[in-house]
């Protein structure tokens, strides 16, 4: 006769193993990007993008409190600019549409992949409102030690030629 406690035996081992594959298939569910698909400081430095240093507090924690790994694009006084942060250097790379397509071409003259592109458009207007709705939504209640884009130079004065 089988023991109740011995027959539990193989149903728990079933039951670790398909915890193991579960957390296994999860871990490995989506591609992490390659390094030589991140933003590149020497391309960026190559393609016209200058730097200002991230030498104060405030600077810090806003150049912290950028998206990663990416350039982004920000509009400053009725201007395009894109950025990217490199926190482990303390320095913010910005540039201008210009600089950001010099950057594209770069990477395509490396065989790099570039990223999607950044709709200036009215075709993303509602996207873009209902953004920065929740933007905002998440501004009223962020950290007020979180500073702004006024604490770094404007970005106009970094010797771009119209």
């Known amino acids: 006769m089988i023991k109740p406690a011995m027959m539990r035996l193989p149903n728990l081992f079933r039951l670790f193993a398909m915890l193991v ?5 999860t ?36 150049l912290e409190s950028l998206p990663p790994d990416q350039v982004t694009a920000v509009q400053l006084t009725g201007k395009h600019y894109y950025v990217f942060p490199d ?3 303390s320095r913010l790379f910005v540039g201008t549409p210009k600089e950001y397509q010099a950057y594209l071409a770069l990477r395509t003259r490396n065989g ?14 509602d996207r873009t409102l209902e953004a920065q709705d929740q933007k905002m939504a998440n501004i009223n209640t962020q ?4 500073p ?3 604490i770094w130079p404007p970005f106009g004065g970094l010797g771009w030629v119209p």
């Open 143 to 146: 950290d007020a030690s979180i």
């Open 87 to 89: 926190v482990t250097k």
């Open 21 to 25: 594959l579960l957390t296994v298939a």
């Open 112 to 125: 790099l992949p570039n990223p999607p592109p950044q709709d200036w458009g009215a075709a993303k207007l």
């Open 148 to 150: 702004s884009w006024a």
């Open 27 to 62: 871990g490995c569910a989506g591609p992490a990007p390659s390094p030589a698909s991140l933003p590149n400081e020497g391309l960026l430095s190559a393609a016209g993008f200058k730097t200002i240093a991230a030498d104060t507090p405030q600077r810090k924690r806003h």
